[in-house]
T-cell receptor, first 114, second 114 residues
C-alpha cells in the first residue's frame, strides 16, 4: 500500500525555535505539498514541490520555507516558530500533473508552539 | 480566485438517515471536483471525484454529481452509519503554475448517532 509518512504526530516547540517537519513518500510521486489545517479555515496550501530542488509558494508561505533534496522527501521549515503557527500540518503527494488522480495524505503533525 | 464553499457544520444525524452536504465552487475553466474524508486522528482520504460536467462520482454508498449550471458538487448518502462520522472536505483542482493544485473548502463535521 502506498504511503506518505510524517515523522512526528505531535510536536511541542518554543517560540523562536527553528522547526523541521519531515515527510517521506514511497510512491515515486513528482509532486509534494504542505498544507496547514485550522478549524473553520480548512486546508491552506503553504508550499509545494514539483521536482527535486523545485518549489513554489502556495497561498500562505510567510514564515515558512521548504527543502526537497531527494524525490521522496519534502521538509517544511519554520525559521523562527511563533504561536500563530500552532496548527495541524498535513503533507501530501501526487503523480505528475495529474491532480485528477487525487492526493495521498500523511496522518499529520500537530504542532504546538509555546 | 478559485474557491470552494461548504455548508457549515456540525451535521448531526441518526443512523440510517439521509445525508446531504452542500458544496459550491467558483473557478475559471473546468476544474475537477473531489470529496475527501478525514476520520478522527487521521489524514485525508479521497472519497470520490468527478472530472467533467454531469459526471457522478461514487464510493462506499456516497455520491456526488458535477453540476456546471449550478456550480455545485453536493455529497449524498442514502443511509448513514456511525462509522461515517468524520470531517468531509470538498475540493477542486486549481490549474496553472508548475502543476495542478487542490483547493479545499473549510470542511463539514458529520456526527452520526446510534
Amino acid at each position: 500500500d502506498v504511503k506518505v509518512t510524517q515523522s512526528s504526530r505531535y510536536l511541542v516547540k518554543r517560540t523562536g525555535e527553528k522547526v523541521f517537519l519531515e515527510c517521506v513518500q514511497d510512491m515515486d510521486h513528482e509532486n509534494m505539498f504542505w498544507y496547514r489545517q485550522d478549524p473553520g479555515l480548512g486546508l491552506r496550501l503553504i508550499y509545494f514541490s514539483y521536482d527535486v530542488k523545485m518549489k513554489e509558494k502556495g497561498d500562505i508561505p510567510e514564515g515558512y520555507s521548504v527543502s526537497r533534496e531527494k524525490k521522496e522527501r519534502f521538509s517544511l521549515i519554520l525559521e523562527s516558530a511563533s504561536t500563530n503557527q500552532t496548527s495541524m500540518y498535513l503533507c501530501a503527494s501526487s503523480l505528475g500533473d495529474r491532480a485528477n488522480y487525487g492526493y495521498t495524505f500523511g496522518s499529520g503533525t500537530r504542532l504546538t508552539v509555546v | 480566485g478559485d474557491s470552494v464553499t461548504q455548508m457549515e457544520g456540525p451535521v448531526t444525524l441518526s443512523e440510517e438517515a439521509f445525508l446531504t452536504i452542500n458544496c459550491t465552487y467558483t473557478a475559471t475553466g473546468y476544474p475537477s471536483l473531489f470529496w475527501y474524508v478525514q476520520y478522527p486522528g487521521e489524514g485525508l482520504q479521497l472519497l470520490l471525484k468527478a472530472t467533467k460536467a454531469d459526471d457522478k462520482g461514487s464510493n462506499k454508498g456516497f455520491e456526488a454529481t458535477y453540476r456546471k449550471e449550478t456550480t455545485s458538487f453536493h455529497l449524498e448518502k442514502g443511509s448513514v452509519q456511525v462509522s461515517d462520522s468524520a470531517v468531509y472536505f470538498c475540493a477542486l483542482t486549481r490549474h496553472g503554475g508548475a502543476t495542478n493544485k487542490l483547493i479545499f473548502g473549510t470542511g463539514t463535521l458529520l456526527a452520526v448517532q446510534p
